[in-house]
């Protein structure tokens, strides 16, 4: 293997995949980038089983081959150099040597054909989105996974497709969030499939801010077609909750208020919450809403009034501010409506406008006060 590439151009394309090496692992290929020079490409490839990162930049080969070397070495050196003209060539004993301006370096590399194998995805189904779209299905509802290894089908997003609509879907059990697209050029059969909050932080880092995605959903693996990168994920197999069954199906009262003086005021008056529970209360009337929190332990409290309109006479509710914050964060208008059934009942919030194809929906449970 012998080819020649600019520093910056390796560079850009080796950023993309070096955060995919695995820390610690009992399989020490894993440690490793697959560099494969050919048909004037250079493919850099890393793994941790889970989730594998494939990156293509264009190069000058003069002899096509490939290499699997120390992944973090590589990246180390390559980003201490500059903005340089770099020649690489690796021999038959898979010793790779670089040499630029500067001077030369010799890694010692290691057989890629012991190198693990991309994913084969199997009964394949296809999703095209563009690149706005699909961070924003994945970016408003990412936050409400699950942390809790014992439930690993709520440590994922859930993504839902068929009639020509794709919803993505996440819960930890206190919170819910809902996003919605639909499109005629979705597909019309029904599928789902659960993906890591890991490997959606990756699609979320490498999608352009224009552009087209194409999704292929296999058996066990997904397939996230970028601009110059592909990820493949392992889906997590396990059934995902109903989460329709959590949605009321009776509404109360409703409240719409400016979502973003809402969040700037549950901001500031969570500051003198129980760092324990950071609970806030709002008591709700036809007018106003007042925000209000106190810390009993160290004499802290705080009260804020903000303009709402609320087709009830008098309510009373509180929420753990931190999830509250997280919900009013993503919601995508200005103004937000808050539609509630009881004060132990959870609550959905959504916007009052959104985007003729899309969908959002948010869902919160409430703390239960002692006095209500």
């Known amino acids: 293997m ?30 490793n980038i697959l560099l494969r020079a050919e048909n004037g490409q250079l493919e850099l490839m890393t793994t941790d089983l889970e ?34 003209s770099l020649m690489f060539e690796a021999n038959s004993n898979f010793r790779l040597k670089l040499r630029s301006d ?26 095209v989105l563009p690149n706005d779209i699909l961070r924003r299905l994945i970016d408003n509802t990412i ?11 709520l440590t994922g997003v859930f993504f839902e497709v068929g009639k020509q609509k794709i919803k993505t879907v996440a819960t930890d059990g206190h ?3 809902m996003m919605g697209y639909h499109d005629e050029g979705l597909p019309q059969d029904s599928f789902s499939a659960i993906l890591s909050t890991r490997a959606l932080n990756f699609v979320l880092r490498n999608l352009a801010q224009e552009g087209i995605a194409s999704v292929l959903m296999g058996d ?8 110059n990168t592909r990820l493949y994920a392992r889906l997590i ?17 409703e409240m719409v ?44 409290e705080a009260k804020e009034s903000i303009p709402c309109q609320f087709n009830g006479e008098e309510f009373m509710i509180g929420f753990n501010s931190r999830y509250l914050q997280n919900i009013l964060r993503h919601i995508d208008s200005e103004q937000l409506v808050m539609r509630l059934v009881r004060p132990d009942h959870a609550v959905l919030i959504n916007p009052t406008e959104a985007p003729e194809q899309e969908e959002q929906l948010m869902l919160l449970m409430p703390i239960r006060l002692e006095n209500v």
Do not use: W
Request: aromatic content about 8%; proline content about 6%.
């Open 143 to 153: 936050f409400a996974c699950s942390t809790d290894e014992l439930r690993p089908a």
């Open 102 to 127: 500067f001077g030369q370096y010799k890694i010692s590399g290691e057989n890629p054909a012991d190198f693990p194998q991309k994913p084969l995805l199997d009964e394949v189904k296809e999703i």
């Open 175 to 177: 919170r819910l969030a």
């Open 51 to 84: 989730i594998t990162m494939v990156s293509h930049v264009s190069a000058q080969i003069e002899v096509e081959g490939a290499i699997a070397v120390p992944g973090r070495l590589f990246h180390d050196i390559i980003r201490e150099l500059p903005n340089v």
């Open 2 to 31: 012998k080819f020649t590439i600019q520093r910056d151009e390796i560079y850009e394309a080796l950023q993309k995949v070096v955060s995919v090496i695995p820390q610690r692992s009992t399989i020490a290929m894993t440690q």
């Open 237 to 253: 197999e396990d059934m995902y909750v109903d989460y329709n069954r959590v949605l009321p199906a009776e509404i109360n009262f």
């Open 220 to 227: 066990k693996h997904a397939l996230f077609n970028m601009e």
């Open 257 to 300: 208020i400016d979502a973003g003086s809402f969040l700037s005021s549950v901001k500031r008056v969570s500051l003198f919450s129980n760092p324990i529970t950071a609970q806030v209360v709002l008591k709700i009337s036809p007018e106003q809403v007042v925000v209000q929190a106190e810390d009993m332990d160290y004499g802290g």
